[in-house]
């Protein structure tokens, strides 16, 4: 009995595991942080943005804050009326669905200057399947008995 619980937590283990501790933190702007006058679009092209991965904006506390917006606020820069920024100066934001998702900064003309950024979310990406082990036990039909296979692969 003992073992059947260990072999289940294993595979629990070995099936979620990976999506627990594939989410990356990503920094954005890298070293820049978050300012106005770096080209966040081109910091975000080539990299691959999966649900539970985190964005993380590092700026100078009350010179800058976050706000999570739709593709029409992001386009003509539109402070939303709705919902407070994010202002800590290292704001983490976890990537809890898929799709795009924009970003902009809301004090003065920021945005204007390229304080703006769009990604894409994909799915968390599934594991490769796990398929139980064979057991070494079998029953032969017609005995109650269990022998030993020594033909595993």
């Not at 070293?31 to 539970?52: M, P, R």
Request: hydrophobic share 40%.
């Amino acid at each position: 009995m003992g073992l059947s619980r260990v072999f289940v937590l294993l595979l629990v283990v070995a099936t979620f595991g990976p999506m627990i501790t594939s989410a990356k933190d990503f920094l954005v702007g890298d070293q820049s942080g978050w300012t106005v006058g770096f080209d966040y679009q081109g910091w975000a092209h080539g990299k691959e943005f999966h649900i539970g991965d985190r964005l993380v904006f590092n700026y100078p506390a009350g010179a800058h804050n976050v706000y999570k917006v739709n593709g029409t606020d992001f386009q003509s820069c539109n402070v939303p009326l709705e919902g407070a920024p994010l202002t800590s100066g290292n704001d983490t934001i976890v990537l809890a669905t898929s799709g795009k998702k924009w970003y902009i900064c809301g004090v003065s003309n920021h945005c204007d200057q390229g304080q703006k950024l769009v990604i894409t979310v994909q799915p968390q990406a599934l594991p490769p399947s796990v398929a139980p082990a064979p057991s070494p036990w079998s029953y032969s039909e017609g005995s109650k008995r269990p022998f030993f296979n020594f033909n595993l692969p």
